[in-house]
């Protein structure tokens, strides 16, 4: 899974960079703000993707005697900071394409609207790809990364709405440009913080949904000698979740028999719930003390 989300985040990275190019410099040739505000957006997008890799990278790392959970946290947090360099961008493209709103100045070049179209259809497909196998791997940087995919799609059909405008008409539509780029800086903004709130929920060991916790109490019932669940929790480190079991067993086995049940309860949801990394089980015995 992790060699998946590394592969897709290095493609990103080159298409991102391809497209940040063409962009940036159609823009600047053809003198439009939203061309180049979109165009910075998406050199941003290479810097993400290029955190995204690292965290993922890291985060494949196994766990050793001071992280015995493993380094999956990494992958989150590299969404977490993904988040907050949208938020950052997202300003600083709002900030400039405003700037200069009453300068008056020559119409942008028809030809700035190519580099737009073929962003938007080359995106749509990124965005695509990348929701999928962040809902496979279960990757927080991987969707972050694929938010920030839509944020492009819908970023570039503003830049090319304002350019399209200004370029139909010049004398009343010139500052439809500076708009649009302030737009897609806004849009930025709200997607960044999105990204941030979602992964700071699972960097504060925010439960899963209770449909992944109906499953771990199913699985582990299967086991024979498991009379129950009292308690089931569940924290995300990476691209996986650690479980914390309280099996009730009966009261009258001995220390060893639990034992031999909470171990195959155990191997039963590592085997059959792939999104599960590890399992603590807690016994109890079930009915309570007479």
């Known amino acids: 899974m992790v060699d998946t989300a590394q592969r897709i985040a290095l493609l990103s990275m080159g298409l991102s960079g391809g497209l940040a190019a063409l962009k940036l ?4 040739i053809a003198g439009s703000t939203a061309v180049m505000a979109d165009g910075a957006e ?4 290479v810097l993400a993707s290029g955190v995204v890799l690292f965290g993922l990278t890291l985060g494949a790392r196994p766990p050793d005697d001071d992280h015995p959970y493993g380094h999956g ?3 989150t947090l590299s969404g977490f900071i993904v988040g907050w360099m949208l938020v950052a961008a997202g300003a600083s493209i709002a900030f400039l394409s405003m700037r200069d709103i009453n300068m008056r100045h020559t119409a942008p070049a028809a030809f700035a609207i190519w580099p737009m179209i073929a962003s ?3 995106k749509s497909g990124m965005a695509g790809v990348k929701f ?3 809902r496979r791997t279960r990757s927080e940087g991987l969707r972050a990364d694929a938010w920030n995919d839509s944020i492009d799609i819908l970023s570039g059909l503003v830049a090319l709405v304002a350019l399209s405008l200004t370029l139909y008409d010049p004398g009343r539509f010139l500052a439809a440009d500076h708009i649009g780029g302030f737009l897609v800086g806004i849009i930025v903004i709200v ?14 060991d ?6 992944l916790l109906a499953e771990v109490r199913r699985v582990a019932m299967t086991v024979p000698g498991a009379e129950g669940v009292e308690k089931c929790f569940a924290r995300k480190t990476g691209l996986r979740y650690h479980v914390d079991l309280h099996l009730e067993v009966d ?11 909470a171990t195959a309860v155990r191997a039963r949801l590592r085997e059959e719930l792939d999104w599960v990394a590890d399992v603590l089980v807690h016994v109890e015995p079930h009915g309570g003390w007479d």
């Open 42 to 45: 998406a050199a941003g997008d």
């Open 120 to 122: 938007v259809a080359l």
């Open 25 to 28: 410099t159609a823009g600047y």
């Open 191 to 204: 997607l960044g913080s999105r990204v941030v709130r979602d992964t700071s929920l699972h960097l504060m």
């Open 73 to 75: 946290r990494a992958e």
């Open 206 to 211: 925010t439960m899963p949904p209770p449909s």
């Open 251 to 261: 009261p009258d086995l001995t220390v060893r028999q639990s034992h031999d049940i």
């Open 132 to 134: 999928h196998y962040a």
